[in-house]
């Protein structure tokens, strides 16, 4: 089969497609041909070796992925072979095939496209249970969210406005801000410019933003803390700006706020049930036609190059996805 390989930790663009044995199915696991991948910013830092943790070389990028289920392994009951299937795996996603456990695989809603399903399974889980479970999103709350016109972003712009919430688009360019209007923000702010808590004070009557979501780190997320209301909650979600804040412990106590960290990656084992109960909803709302997610650019498997690069230079509005099979 056809895989993306990365063999040293380097530039996207020193990386190629090449020829690899098809993977091995064990016990419990299921294997998958995959139609679509989508391509995030993890995965570009992971190819460069820049993630907080990094994968053994060599390894096949590309966490989220729609496709067939093509086989599973003796006494794998569910789900049969033939089956439309969304999933997420540590790596592996840009390939023709992949094997991994049962138990990771949800059944794709019927119609569900497959650049949709590559799309939609890690941002808008996240932003469900960020803003629902984490964060106890209101109706009437007052919904900031930086970085908004990416394929983090955008989804809570959508879930947040589903739950009720008045929301607030930051971002870092006019078409950016204008993107997210159009999927459902009702006003937008520039986080670039110095005076950008001036206009967000004023847009919130002075209120400050009950619940910030915030996929961006570094400056941007300590100036946003700064105006959150009272008891306001931060969900730190990732740092797309490449560095860490250090939040004086002051703040926190001074507005009495919230920070909660959001990890995808340990709430299937962690809180399983909750998982669950969060995709019944948003699958409620696909087949209801209240959520439609947001694909970004859609690129053929030999430009799969592109797509890391419209996401490492955070040119991409939504999330980026690379079509690999009928």
């Known amino acids: 089969m056809k895989a993306v ?74 789900p049969l072979p033939g089956t439309p299937v969304i999933g997420m795996a540590r790596n592996g996603g840009l390939a023709e095939y992949i094997c991994v456990p049962a138990t990771d695989l949800m059944v794709a809603p019927e119609g569900l496209a497959p650049e949709i399903g590559a799309s939609f399974f890690a941002n808008y889980l996240t932003g469900l249970y960020a803003l629902r479970y984490r964060a ?16 983090v ?28 209007i159009e999927h459902g923000a009702d006003a937008a702010v520039d986080y670039t410019r110095a005076d950008w808590r001036d206009q967000l004070k004023e847009l919130t009557g002075g209120h400050g933003p009950d ?8 400056e941007v997320s300590l100036q946003a803390f700064r105006s959150i209301a009272w008891n306001g909650r931060h969900l730190v979600v990732g740092f797309a700006a490449g560095t860490i804040p250090a939040l004086p412990f002051n703040l926190p ?5 919230a920070l909660l960290g959001v990890d995808l ?41 592109d797509a890391f690069t419209a996401m490492t230079t955070r040119a991409a509005l939504g999330k980026m996805v690379v079509r690999i099979g009928a």
């Open 253 to 257: 106590l001074l507005k009495g706020g």
């Open 153 to 180: 972003g955008i989804a809570a712009v959508q879930i947040g406005k589903l739950l009720g919430a008045r929301v607030i688009a930051a971002a870092s360019t006019e078409e950016k801000r204008q993107f997210a």
């Open 136 to 151: 106890r999103l209101q109706a009437g709350d007052i919904l900031l969210v930086l970085g908004a016109a990416g394929g």
């Open 211 to 218: 619940v910030i979501y915030d996929p961006v780190g570094g």
């Open 5 to 78: 390989v990365v063999d040293d930790f380097s530039r996207i663009e020193n990386i190629g497609i090449k020829d690899v044995p098809e993977p091995f199915l064990a016990p419990g696991m299921v294997r998958v041909r995959i139609q679509a991948a989508a391509v995030g910013f993890v995965d570009g830092l992971k190819v460069q070796g820049l993630y907080q943790t990094k994968d053994p070389l060599p390894f096949t990028p590309g966490t989220e992925f729609s496709g067939v289920v093509d086989q599973a392994a003796d006494g794998v009951s569910a």
């Open 265 to 305: 990656a340990q709430i299937a084992r962690r809180e399983s049930a909750v998982r669950d109960e969060a995709m019944r909803q948003l699958f409620a709302w696909l087949r209801d036609g209240e959520l439609v997610p947001v694909v970004g650019r859609v690129f053929p498997f030999a430009e799969f190059r």
